[in-house]
């Protein structure tokens, strides 16, 4: 029996997910290209998850054949409320090393809520994944992507009721941990 690894399991649920289902019209190109980059962090302590992310920008500033990176916390940031600190701060570094405008994150967490929506709406689920995720956008190729896409604004509404659709036991069963055998 050999566990998945964390990277395995975010790599899944994108492609049965995200790509699958359109969650992001976006996605299926980059995954294809082979110009996501997933990697995965054991750190728990946020200083330490922080220099993982710089790391990370620092890499794709200097690298163009790479579009996107997830940086996946295995181990850290289990509570959604510790997370959105953690955000906070990832956003803030952004700032601080002249990377706003450049990056930009989108997020991601096993337990995501959305302020306005119930506690048990189906529409969290459009941001629920494996793992807590810190996942790094370029800026200028996004704002591209969103100038070809017909009426962009109308991804997260779309989002919401394919969610609710799909119901919320379909998500459930691929966000649940994997033990495999190979």
Known sequence: MKTDTAVEQTLRWIDKVIIAENFCPFARKE???KRIRAI???ETDNALILQ???DELQLLENNSGIETTLLIIAQGSKDFFDYLDLVDLANRLLKQERYEGIFQLATFHPDYIFADAPADATSHYTNRSPFPILHILREE????????FPNPENIPVRNVKHAEKLGKTFFQ?????HDQSK
Do not use: Y
């Open 173 to 177: 069963k691929l966000l649940a941990p």
């Open 40 to 42: 995965s962090t054991e």
């Open 31 to 33: 995954r294809e290209s």
């Open 141 to 148: 190729s996004l704002e591209t992507a969103l100038k070809t």
């Open 52 to 54: 993982a992310l710089l």
